[in-house]
């Protein structure tokens, strides 16, 4: 009996009991409902994270203070001459910029709100994907030369001047009045949650905040292959330069990217687990039904071998069945999933990632399952002997 | 075409034995019509299954259409089953969710026909019972009368050597039976090959030949219409 001839046996089996086959095939269901949606979301969330850092640049690090050497910062770590120094020194360093943050009281068109002002410079806008608006962003000679100079998100833009352009007005941070001469579109990301910015020349942002101090210093490559390079060199200047080694330590995307799939790794294998044990029960579940149906088939069993079935075409034909019902809840239970997954994402607000390969595992898983715990009841359908099997009732 | 010598079936060898068929020899030619008759235990239902190659015996030879099929593994005996033998039996055996036309298709299946030719030779079958008109009908639509001659046409489609019929008019009505009958004298007549198990006196007498069984052995080899078709002999050490 050829291929097409055993499926649609099977198939006619399973329809001649469709609510048990349904019924039986149900913790395939669930179980590959389950998995398709978690890894649909898991997946689309880990894409959009990506898509989030990747937007940084892979090319990127940044240098700061080892926290683990539970010793308090003093605040000298970083100079600007330190940038200066390592630009010249390390070629395969780009762009370096200090990074001076302060969450802070903004004053300007009568009204005060608080944003993270952020001293940096020009190089800024080459590691960030900024995107101006209006006016310019700082200037190496805004940097140089100190100017009181202050480029702001919209968003504060809209609150601070809800009925005129921004640009050109002024603000007072501390003590000190700039000039607004930019305006970018609020960075967006998962983790930037609507905090409002603030960028001024490191020079400036030192003048106003005294007590305050650069935190980290960010740099850039040309190509993501010298970043690892272009970090060891500048930290082995930096610990030259304030003689202390073993103070600083270095970032790259790559690690933090590393870091995101260990997470999803975890919730990957946790889900596995689950969705494992769905599957055995649904198996078993499945294998019952088809212990069941041999019995009840026993006649016909003995027929089609009167009629010169070998034991290997019983064999496959009790496979057969066994592997369309799993695929059938397979096939469900994935329409479902996806369903689901694009439900979950409508409320989560991110897109589902629904890939070829989980598809075609599930689909694969559900068939091995059917082939795995059908091989008993079809064992024992073959190694009926007719005589016996066509006397039954 | 069947020869069988020193046939001997025994159930359980080993403890409690039952000795099913002793020493049982005979020889059918092809285009006989041979009835076996014999009281419930005289070794006919053995004998049957061992015909149809759903059984091996302990000892003795079997040749069935120049093969010697006694000492064949399950799935050459299956091969057996599906090219040389015909089954019918007493309660049809039709699948029922399956129509008349797949269920005659059914053995060859088995034996790899392609579907065009399946589909003509299952409707040629189903012409000689007389079923055209019911190819579509699912078992359960048909009356036991049209689902033996369905299961007739079933068991020649593989043109196997011979009919084994086991109490084929065992569930029919004497009119219904009579049918049946003159069905398996027309196959008769083209020279199909058949043996059939009955314990009825007047099915019987449509054979050619009639062979008595009594506790495992073969007691007497009655010929009878012998106008109906050429001779036959029939070689048995116990035979009268």
Redesign the interface.
């Known amino acids: 009996?050829?291929l097409g001839?055993s499926i649609w046996v099977a198939w006619?089996?399973i329809r001649?009991n469709m609510l048990r086959s349904i019924l039986t095939t149900l913790g395939i269901m669930i179980g590959i409902t389950a998995v398709i949606a978690v890894v649909a979301v898991g997946q689309g969330g880990q894409k959009s994270i990506m898509k989030e850092m990747e937007k940084f640049g892979s090319n990127l690090f940044q240098i700061m203070v080892d926290w683990r050497r539970d010793e308090l910062p003093t605040g000298r770590e970083f100079t600007m001459e330190d940038i200066d120094i390592i630009k010249a020194n390390v070629p395969e360093v780009q762009y370096l910029l200090p990074c001076a943050n302060s969450y802070s009281n903004v004053k300007g068109g009568n009204k005060v709100k608080t944003a993270q002002v952020l001293g940096t410079e020009a190089d800024y806008a080459h590691l960030h994907p900024l995107e101006i608006t209006a006016g310019r962003f700082l200037t190496n000679s805004d940097c140089q030369g100190r100017r009181r100079v202050a480029v702001i998100d919209e968003e504060m833009a809209q609150e601070l001047f809800p009925r005129t352009s921004a640009l050109g007005k002024r603000i007072m941070l501390g003590n000190q009045t700039l000039v607004i001469c930019g305006l970018v579109k609020a960075e967006s990301s998962p983790f930037s949650m609507g905090i409002k910015y603030v960028y001024i020349p490191t020079r400036v942002w030192l003048d106003i905040y005294p007590d305050g101090n650069i935190a980290y210093i960010e740099g850039g490559t040309r190509n993501p292959e010298e970043v690892k390079v272009a970090m060891q060199n500048s930290i082995k200047i930096l610990e030259k330069r304030h003689r202390s080694e073993g103070l600083y330590q270095g970032f790259d995307m790559e690690q933090q990217i590393q870091a995101v799939n260990k997470v999803t790794g975890v919730m990957t294998l946790v889900i596995g687990i689950i969705a494992g044990f769905s599957l055995l029960v649904g198996g078993i579940g499945v294998m019952n039904i088809m212990l069941v149906s041999v019995t009840e088939r026993t006649?016909?069993i003995g027929?089609?071998?009167?009629?010169?079935?070998?034991?290997?075409?019983i064999l496959i034909q009790f496979l057969i069945e066994a592997i369309v019902l799993c695929l059938l809840g397979g096939i469900i239970g994935m329409a479902l999933g996806i369903g689901g997954a694009f439900l979950i994402s409508a409320l989560a607000k991110w897109p589902p990632l629904v890939s070829w390969t989980t598809v075609l595992l599930a689909f694969t898983f559900s068939a091995a399952i059917g082939i795995i715990f059908g091989i008993l009841p079809a064992n024992q359908a073959a190694n009926l002997d007719?005589?016996e099997a066509?006397r039954r009732d | 075409m069947i020869k069988m010598e020193q046939i001997n079936k025994i159930y359980r060898p080993h403890s409690n034995p039952v000795h099913a068929l002793q020493d049982v020899s005979l020889h059918i030619k092809t285009g006989d019509f041979v009835a076996i008759m014999g009281p419930s235990g005289s070794g006919k239902s053995t004998l049957m299954n061992l015909m149809g190659c759903l059984d091996t015996p302990n000892s003795g030879t079997y040749w069935l259409g120049g093969v010697e099929v006694s000492s064949l593994n399950s799935d050459q005996l299956a091969t057996v089953r599906n090219r040389k033998i015909g089954f019918v039996f007493q309660n049809y055996n039709l699948l029922p969710r399956m129509t008349a036309l797949r269920n005659v298709e059914l053995p060859m299946l088995y034996a790899g026909v392609e579907k065009e030719e399946r589909k003509a030779r299952a409707l040629d079958c189903i012409g000689r019972v007389g079923m055209l008109d019911r190819i579509h009908h699912r078992p359960s639509e048909l009356s036991g009368g049209q689902c033996q001659r369905i299961a007739i046409a079933r068991a020649l489609v593989n043109n196997p050597n011979i009919i084994l019929a086991d109490e084929p008019t065992g569930n029919l009505d004497s009119v219904t039976s009579l049918e049946i009958m003159n069905i398996f004298q027309s196959l008769h007549r083209e020279n199909t090959t058949i043996v059939l198990v009955t314990h009825e006196a007047d099915i019987a007498a449509f054979a050619r030949r009639i062979l008595h069984f009594r506790d495992g052995k073969l007691i007497k080899d009655e010929l009878l219409n012998p106008l109906l078709t050429e001779p036959s002999t029939a070689k048995g050490g116990e035979h009268i």
């Open positions: 009996m050829n001839e006619d089996s001649a006649r016909e027929l089609r071998m009167a009629l010169g079935a070998r034991r290997r075409d007719p005589i066509l």
